[in-house]
């Protein structure tokens, strides 16, 4: 490689970075920040204040923050409009629908994502089993909130109170057999959006026959892996979902 074009990717890389460290000042902000000091923007971010200070200015003069009286800063007008931009471009069927078929495929399960609708849960979108023998709910059907491991999901990050809602907050996930019906197990996790509100569960179905302990632990570790890329994408912090907790034959699994 020449001098010249040493010098080149010598500077986009550079530029890059730059990129990264002002991306990573607006990133700093949470839904309960009104308003960040500079010093408190150095801390998030690990950098000093001067750094920190000279990208505060570039995104002020674009619009993407706004320096107060107090010398603190906000987030800016400019992102108020990128992020109508993306609500008229976002469709959650876009994120939603290529999980599911990832879930049906590698688990062999049926797959759904639920809604929470007043005192029920709505199936939204749906992937059916591949195999003949599954459990096949459709779209649109209302089922109980209190019976199935997507409502009981549903339940416990809406705040119902004892358990096994407790658990399931621990966990970020649940089991059940044969609780809404005799021959049907079920495992769900959460996806949060932003704010870490809940955008509703996904889960697999089947047979309470093909969910054995190595089944479970098999779609269990697929469904955190994918209700963590769901979360990341609908705009919620996967971090909050990075339980160790193991499934077992513990109260955490529900039978009626």
Do not use: W
């Not at 970075?17 to 000042?25: G, M, N, T």
């Not at 049906?104 to 709505?122: K, N, P």
């Not at 109980?144 to 999901?153: C, E, K, Q, S």
């Not at 996790?189 to 509703?200: E, K, L, N, R, T």
């Amino acid at each position: 490689m020449t001098r010249e074009a040493l010098d080149i990717e010598a500077r986009e890389e550079g530029g890059v970075i730059a990129v990264e460290r002002a991306l990573a000042v607006l990133d700093a902000f949470t839904p309960d920040d009104r308003s960040l000091s500079l010093a408190e923007l150095a801390r998030r971010v690990d950098l000093s204040k001067p750094t920190v200070l000279r990208f505060t200015r570039s995104l002020a003069r674009a619009g993407y923050l706004v320096r107060n009286d107090d010398a603190t800063f906000r987030l800016g007008p400019k992102l108020a409009r990128l992020g109508t931009l993306y609500q008229a471009g976002f469709r959650i069927e876009d994120y939603v629908q290529p999980a599911l078929r990832r879930l049906a495929q590698e688990t062999g399960e049926s797959a759904a994502f639920y809604v929470r609708e007043g005192d029920m849960r709505v199936c939204l979108f749906r992937v059916d089993s591949p195999q003949s023998i599954g459990h096949h709910a459709r779209t649109g059907d209302l089922l109980p909130l209190d019976r199935g491991a997507p409502g009981r999901v549903l339940l416990a990050f809406a705040d119902e109170p004892g358990e096994p809602y407790d658990q399931i907050r621990r966990d970020f996930f649940h089991i059940t057999f044969g609780e809404r019906d005799p021959q049907v197990a079920s495992i769900a996790c959460p996806i949060f959006s932003y704010g870490q509100q809940v955008a509703g569960v996904i889960g697999v179905a089947g047979p309470t026959s093909r969910f054995d302990e190595e089944a479970i632990a098999h779609h269990l570790e697929l469904l955190r892996a994918i209700s963590t890329e769901l979360t990341r994408q609908l705009g919620g912090t996967p971090s909050s979902q990075a339980s160790t907790h193991r499934p077992s034959t513990s109260p955490r699994v529900r039978a009626d």
